[in-house]
């Protein structure tokens, strides 16, 4: 038997999480088009056919300069993994030149000795010019055990990046039972729903100051009833959220109910809130209230 932990790390919005839940096959993380979605790391476990692997996959925060105390916390959690586990693949979607934020990175695993991957993404629309020049570019850095080209949306070539992250994997217990996806809570998972529905109706600034906390969460034997509160930072956030006639928010709440209901497999009464908690990014007993502290 052998099992370990793989951490899957790179800038924001380069499809760490569509990585991880194209890996697990299920979804474990939520994954949107805006940057900084992914705000904790996020376990996937995936168990071989024959029981004779499991890997843990570690989908992370983008790393970024931080601007506050979340970011902070984000940015640690992912440079926090490097020391912990046995394989590491950095996801990049673009050239070196294209931003500091991969150079950051490039810098900072030179220092590493886990074994490391280079997963380029998005090959579906990089084109085979700029692919060709972000490998050659990759390869000269010299600190990549092998070099992958994937579209973890398309699902291309995920079963290789499998399959030699496999072979990296030392002699070890099965840590969790083969049939489990994400060793995460219910409750977890639901809030992270809410929050994903609530980026994916939002655009620009809105979305960083969002966060979601379950208020009531009670399993009957016909419906769960689950209610949540939507934070927010601003009161004109608030107004953007609920939208005219509070119809934004009756279209999230219905898209997070019906994928809820998927997850639970039963009936789901979802009640959403929206309040105001200014500033909450920097406040020490928010962002522990919320989980965003010594989580891992
Ligand atoms: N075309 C294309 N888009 C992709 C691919 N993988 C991910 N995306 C898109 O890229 C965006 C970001 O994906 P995420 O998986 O949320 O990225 P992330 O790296 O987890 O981002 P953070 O959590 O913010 O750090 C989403 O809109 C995805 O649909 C891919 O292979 N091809
Ligand atoms: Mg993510």
């Given amino acids: 038997m052998k099992s370990g932990f793989i951490s899957i790390i790179g800038r924001p919005n380069v499809g760490k999480s569509t990585l991880l839940n194209a890996i697990i096959g299920e979804k474990v993380a939520i994954a949107t088009n805006k940057p900084q979605t992914t705000r904790n790391t996020i376990r996937g476990i995936y168990t071989d056919d024959k029981n004779e692997v499991q890997m843990i996959f570690i989908d992370t ?45 490039v810098d900072l695993l030179k220092d590493v000795k886990t074994p490391k991957f280079l997963v380029i993404n998005k090959i579906d629309i990089l084109g085979p010019e700029k692919y060709k020049q972000i490998f050659e570019e990759y390869q000269e850095i010299g600190i990549f055990e092998n070099i992958f080209g994937v579209s973890a949306a398309k699902g291309t070539n995920v079963s290789d ?30 809030s992270e729903i809410i929050r994903e529905k609530t980026l994916m109706y939002l655009d620009e600034e809105v979305p960083h100051g969002v966060a979601v906390a379950i208020e009531q969460y009670e399993e009957t034997e016909t419906i769960d009833k689950i209610s949540a509160v939507i934070y927010c930072e601003k009161k004109s956030h608030k107004g953007i959220i609920i939208g005219k006639g509070g119809r934004k928010l009756k279209g999230i709440g219905k898209a997070a ?22 500033n909450w990014r920097d406040s020490d007993i928010a962002l522990s209230n919320f989980g965003y502290k010594e989580q891992r």
């Fill in 257 to 278: 109910r019906q994928e809820i209901e998927a997850l639970l497999g039963c009936k789901v009464y979802l009640q959403l809130w929206v309040k105001v908690k200014e």
């Fill in 161 to 190: 990046v499998i399959s030699q992250t496999e072979r990296l994997m030392p002699e070890g217990p099965m840590f969790f039972p083969a049939d489990m996806m994400t060793d995460y809570p219910e409750r977890f998972l639901v």
């Fill in 61 to 105: 925060p983008g790393i970024h300069k931080p601007r506050n105390k979340l970011g902070e916390f984000m940015t640690d959690s992912a440079l926090g993994t490097f020391s912990e586990v046995d394989a590491i693949l950095f996801l990049v979607d673009d050239l070196l030149e294209a931003g500091p934020g991969d150079k950051y990175i």
